[in-house]
């Protein structure tokens, strides 16, 4: 298994552009997150799914959007990028999210920097 | 709202020391608890995963603890090599109210160094 795989690596933006970063996951989990890292700071949960075609808010949404087609698939859109969302963005999946769960599996991470 | 606190921030050690790694939470009504590694540039790696209703967990040198009812958690790494050299990570799962879904919430990590 592949595991969790985000592209790409590394982006560079300009103020006011969007993009779309990229996750998939081999391992057949129905709950994916994504979160950020800043410098220093702990991961901050951005938007999460439950499974395909269901997503929900985290701690910091503002500024993203998400989409799950696909139980593989949750790509992390960015919206007239502004410098606060300069950062590492991680992706992460797990088997079950409920009071028995199991572990979660991140992926490398994206580092954007947004100028 | 949960806050995950780890202590110390950083720590320099030299090789063959053994070491504890402190984490705390303030709402003891936790899922699980889990432990990462994260080297830099990269991901997050699951070291030990801790269910509420357990009280320790072990992998190889690795040890981990956890006291729900105090909103502790002890990792314990025996006979330290530079290679234990990384960030490790506390998150707590627990649900939000009137949810069951679980979401992690992470200390901002301890940067352990192990010098030859």
């Known amino acids: 298994n592949a595991g969790v795989t985000q592209t790409p690596k590394f982006r560079i933006l300009k103020i006011g552009q969007s993009m779309t970063l990229q996750c998939t996951q081999d391992?057949?989990?129905?709950?994916m997150y994504w979160y950020r890292q800043d410098p220093g700071m702990g991961l901050k949960l951005i938007y999460y799914?439950?499974?395909?075609?269901?997503?929900d808010k985290g701690e910091v949404p503002n500024g993203y959007n998400v989409s799950r087609s696909t139980t593989e698939d949750f790509p992390l859109r960015l919206e007239l990028a502004a410098p606060s969302q300069t950062s590492v963005y991680f992706c992460?999946?797990?088997?079950?999210?409920?009071?028995?769960?199991?572990?979660?599996?991140f992926g490398p991470g994206t580092r954007l920097t947004v100028t | 709202k949960q806050e995950v606190t780890q202590i110390p921030a950083a720590l320099s050690v030299p090789e063959g020391e053994n070491l504890v790694l402190n984490c705390s939470f303030t709402?003891?009504?936790?899922?699980?608890l889990q432990w990462f590694r994260q080297d830099p540039g990269k991901g997050l790696t699951s070291l030990l995963l801790?269910?509420?209703?357990?009280r320790e967990q072990t992998s190889g040198r690795l040890n981990a603890s956890l006291d729900k009812s105090s909103g502790r958690s002890t990792l314990y790494i025996a006979a330290s090599q530079p290679g234990d050299s990384a960030t490790y990570l506390c998150?707590?799962?627990?649900?939000?109210?009137?949810?069951?879904?679980?979401?992690?919430?992470f200390g901002r990590g301890t940067q352990l160094t192990v010098w030859p």
């Open positions: 992460a999946s797990s088997l079950s999210a409920g009071q028995y769960g199991s572990s979660w599996y």
């Open positions: 391992m057949n989990h129905n709950y």
């Open positions: 799914s439950v499974g395909a075609g269901i997503t």
């Open positions: 709402d003891s009504a936790i899922y699980n």
């Open positions: 801790i269910q509420s209703s357990q």
């Open positions: 998150a707590v799962k627990r649900a939000d109210r009137g949810s069951t879904l679980g979401r992690l919430y």
